[in-house]
């Protein structure tokens, strides 16, 4: 009995032990699991006009103004004393008129190697090249332009309302070219706001909205990018999601696969929680791309953009609108660009505008015009 007593004795005691050692072991995953979920957030800083960007994206700027009600010419109906038309680029009365001496925006002006995509979230952008293509685009729509190997544009801001102001918010973003592409044929897509697709949810009644302008996200998959992007290869994971969040609503951003780069931008709201940390308004937030994000807009309607993608890791020789992988390659666009000017420029005014009337649309350099379904 004494014999048959110590062995189940022994036996309850390994197997209480390897209950116990189960136990640890799972409150151990517990913690790992909780501290990088905890990790997820790299490294946040405040961000102003030109917003920080990493590889393979160049570069972000956030335009906001208040413009006015327009004239005759589609300017803003009051004085412009007092500006440095040209170069106005500090807010007064609201709103900059930026390169624009009678309509705001920037006149023609040459790029090569790179691609720009514009966001247009409020108002109206007129785009003319040196290619004689043309459009209108705005309110939810994206242009998306490769320079390549170079060309000229305008990018005016009409303000088409004469009964009341003209509020404008866009997004531009710069993301970079491969040294394989960088002299690809200029060639610009419109993405008209009712195609891009989005990702929605409505719980408890607290509403989000993803815009899925690149990439892929949920079931969602953005339309065809240009030919020649990094971004047309899927493999690359080239991600532009624009987020807005009902205050108290909750999102969750999937992982990106090894080695991506991934930038959250907190441009409106009071408080965001990414992964239980806190963050306020007007930052800038690299993530680990590889986590999964819970995003809880803590407090106020919150929006976020997203950027991220697989990095090039080419070398990057930025000179004003030239961005190229070498010195002797910037000194080569130059001299191509003063020869040539890109294909000069067809059309009568360097701020060129279109009428008033005229919808949004979209003329290509073969002729071919397109406007929104």
Known sequence: MTIKRRNFIRRLTATIGGLAAGQLVQAGNKLKES???????IEVKEMGFQWETIDPFLFCVHHEDQFPKGNGVMGPSVSLAGRSLGDDFIIKDGFRMYHGRQVPGFPGHPHRGFETVTVVRK??????DSLGAAGRYGDGDVQWMTAGKGVQHSEMFPLLSQEK???LELFQIWLNL????????????????????????????KKTTIEVIAGKLSKATGLKPPPNSWA??????????NALLDEGATVKIPAAGKGINRMLYFYEGTELLINGTKISSYKSVKVQAAHELEILAQKGNCKFLIL?????NEPVIQYGPFVMNTKAEIQQAFNDYHQTQFGGWPWPRLDQVHPRAKGRFARYADGKEEKPA
């Open 308 to 312: 991220q993608g697989k990095p090039i």
């Open 178 to 205: 491969p040294a394989k592409n960088k002299m690809a044929n200029p060639h610009f897509t419109m993405f008209w706001g009712e195609q891009i697709p989005k990702v929605t949810t409505n719980l408890n009644g």
């Open 123 to 128: 108002g109206m952008v007129d785009h003319a």
């Open 232 to 241: 047309a290869d899927a493999n690359n994971e080239v991600g532009i999601f």
């Open 165 to 167: 102001d003209n509020p």
């Open 35 to 41: 501290m990088t979920f905890l990790n997820s957030v």
